[in-house]
């Protein structure tokens, strides 16, 4: 958010108006946020360094995170899970209820969003109605197929990025090309805006929900339910309106112009005098009484 030159993380908002999994509401009525967020994933993600590598890093990035931090939660959501079998405390039952939750919605999304790995559905539902240690134990080994998955994807696509460095290392020319194009084009603070670098955590636990926040710049937000529905972390690459996906630059140039029409249309009216007006009159009365 930008507010008089300053930028802080979302999460440093009061809960009441604060957001950790997407931009809150109250952040979408600045023109200055989309001004702000556009540029920066522009610049990072389109000059003339960053292209040869973003889609390799992307993939990198989605892989690492399922294999090294989504996965590893799930385990451990299923550990604790099992430990509380049997418990009758309240406390507890809640407990295991919101973790047993939280894990069928993560796989779900993740069978939905992944189609290489065939999980059969009713299988995996009689597990969850069933849900005893037995249960726990085929869960486990579903998000370790997840995991291994994820990380033989992870080593392929590295070696892939590995081979364009080495084709740029291979002559003193090339390289002199390289150090002068990340030289002139990449910004590391920006980097670390856009990645996320300085949080603490990289994975947290929002209304039931796993969420990344490591890599927002690499993190392409799921489709909505809703078709109307735009909302995402902050720096997505890409947004979707209309069941489509759209670049975030030009999504944001879009509602850069929708907020100048809006003005342009209350300055031609002239709303915001009338509104002014209405609450005068309102209070003109209200003293009177």
Excluded at 20 to 35: L, N, Y
Excluded at 176 to 187: D, G, R
Excluded at 188 to 197: G, I
Excluded at 260 to 286: A, D, G, P
Aim: aromatic share 14%; net charge positive; hydrophobic share 40%.
């Amino acid at each position: 958010m930008i507010l008089s030159g300053a930028i802080f993380s979302f999460d440093k908002l009061n809960k009441l108006v604060g957001n950790k999994e997407k931009v809150p509401v109250i952040a979408d009525m600045m023109v200055s946020r989309w001004a702000f967020e556009g540029l920066a994933v522009r610049q990072f993600r389109d000059n003339k360094f960053e292209k040869a590598f973003y889609e390799y890093e992307k993939n990198e990035s989605k892989e690492d995170f399922k294999s090294v931090y989504w996965g590893p939660k799930l385990l451990a959501k299923l550990d604790e899970c099992k430990l509380l079998l049997g418990n009758k405390e309240p406390k507890k039952l809640k407990t295991l209820a919101a973790d047993k939750e939280l894990v069928m919605l993560e796989l779900m999304k993740e069978i939905e969003e992944n189609h290489d790995i065939a999980i059969d559905n009713e299988d995996l539902k009689g597990n969850f109605d069933r849900f005893d240690a037995k249960s726990i134990e085929y869960f486990k080994s579903v998000v370790n197929i997840y995991i291994d998955y994820y990380t033989r994807k992870y080593n392929e696509v590295n070696q892939k990025k590995d081979q364009i460095l080495n084709k740029f290392m291979s002559s003193e020319k090339t390289m002199h090309l390289f150090s002068e194009t990340k030289k002139n084009y990449f910004n590391e603070s920006l980097a670390d805006l856009v990645k996320n670098q300085k949080a603490k955590n990289k994975i947290i636990e929002y209304k039931g929900n796993l969420v990344q926040i490591k890599d927002p710049i690499y993190n392409v937000p799921l489709k909505p339910t809703n078709p109307l529905n735009y909302r995402t972390h902050l720096y997505a690459p890409q947004k979707y309106f209309a069941g489509k996906l759209i670049d975030t630059f030009w999504f944001n140039m879009g509602m850069i112009w929708l907020f100048t029409l809006l003005l342009c249309f209350t300055l031609y009216f002239e709303t915001l005098k009338k509104i002014i007006e209405l609450f005068s009159k309102f209070h003109f009365k209200h003293q009177s009484n």
